[in-house]
């Protein structure tokens, strides 16, 4: 953001001080917009090219899957979708950790395609190469780590309902960009769509019909959701006024992207209009970033102390050091993926953990 204001008396006094003048660009320290990735990348790594910070898989800030394509004698089989191929792995998981030790991690490829479909490659009966592509299943270890959406407690549903798009939406805050296939999943809306959504959400006082939060100062955080999936249908009764937290958890809408400081706004214009209910497991889970629900129904399982959702950590005098998206304020203990609040709240005393190291406890055992 350029700043439009006229410095010419400020620069008459330093040319008297003998100094010369200079030309600032302002950069707010809000978040970054989510970036979409154009090229569907596929290629050959070594083990420092993938990082886990937050137990997730990433490559330089985007995130990516790792997955065998060498299927070797069961590769006909496994294109014909007559035997299930290698599991390709969303997460830093104790199946990586084994293949690192067995020195046979260098097999893996990187790829941040959701398709779910994937080119493999072996050998059939007569040793000659055969390439294709085929459907390929998420890593059990990888769900049970992560307890992508409360895996531990129904495993079955969850591992057979996965779905790679949706995996990329839940921890979209954890990242800045995402692939184009899940931004190229938009349909054909009526041309005055605009103008068709502004009046429904006002007519809705622009709150949310999900969980009311009022979002009149905030209307672009408030979507209109079609409630049969039909984007041209536009009948009052299949519509619904939804903030986008609310919205992105509707059936397939997996390919929604929301950022940590929108849940963050979210939250607290929640909390400040009497919506969120302090100690509540429930509310705990309904609200918390997507990317710590795991984290956060592991917690509740071992029954630890409820955390606060979307914390302000603040000093002596009230200003705020950090936001964090879950604390135990009496603890001074918070979890954040942010290095720079991480850091901020380490200053101010308080002990700090990433997602990864909170989320490690839980680690499954080989």
């Known amino acids: 953001m350029k700043l439009d204001v006229d ?14 003048t200079a030309d600032f660009t302002y950069v707010p320290s809000a978040h970054k917009p989510l970036t979409i ?32 394509q060498d299927h070797s004698f069961r590769v006909e089989d496994v294109i014909a979708g007559d035997r299930e191929g290698n599991k390709f792995h969303v997460a830093d998981c104790t199946m990586l950790k ?5 020195k046979r991690y260098d097999r893996y490829v990187v790829t941040n ?29 990888c769900l049970g780590q ?7 407690s129904r495993k079955a549903g969850i591992y057979n309902d996965f779905q790679l798009d949706e995996f990329f939406t839940r921890y979209s805050t954890l990242f800045t960009t995402y692939p184009k296939a899940i931004a190229d999943k938009r349909g054909g809306y009526v041309d005055d769509w605009e103008a068709v959504s502004l009046s429904y ?15 009149t100062g905030y209307k672009q955080l408030l979507h209109t959701h079609h409630v049969n999936g039909v984007k041209r249908d536009n009948s009052p009764e299949n519509l619904r006024a939804l903030c986008i937290d609310c919205h992105r958890k509707e059936p397939a809408h997996g390919h929604m992207q929301v950022s940590s400081s929108q849940v963050y706004t979210l939250n607290e214009l929640r909390r400040s209009q009497g919506l969120f209910e302090e100690g509540s497991w429930d509310h705990a ?42 604390a135990w304020p009496k603890k001074k203990l ?21 997602l990864a190291k909170a989320m490690k406890e839980y680690e499954p055992r080989t």
């Not at 084994?98 to 067995?102: A, C, L």
């Open 201 to 215: 959400r006002k007519k809705k006082g622009f709150a949310c019909e999900a969980c009311n939060v009022d979002l």
């Open 334 to 354: 918070a979890i954040t993926h942010d290095a720079d609040t991480e850091k901020a709240l380490l200053e101010a005393g308080w002990k700090v953990m990433s």
């Open 37 to 68: 990735i154009t090229d569907i990348f596929t290629a050959d790594i070594s083990l420092e090219d993938v990082d886990a910070d937050q137990g997730l898989l990433a490559v330089n800030g985007v995130q990516v899957l790792l997955y065998i």
């Open 285 to 326: 889970l309904k609200f918390v970033d997507s990317a710590y629900h795991g984290l956060v129904d592991f917690y509740r399982k071992d029954k630890k102390d409820i955390p606060q959702i979307s914390y302000s950590v603040t000093d002596s005098i009230g200003g705020v050091v950090g936001k964090v998206e879950v």
């Open 7 to 20: 410095f010419s008396a400020l620069w008459l006094a330093v040319r008297k001080l003998g100094s010369s």
């Open 146 to 152: 992560l307890n992508y959406k409360g895996y531990k």
């Open 98 to 102: 084994t293949m690192r030790q067995k």
């Open 113 to 141: 395609s959701v398709s779910g479909v994937f080119p493999v490659s072996g050998t059939d009966e007569g040793r000659l190469t055969v390439e294709g592509s085929a459907e390929l299943h998420v890593c059990k270890y």
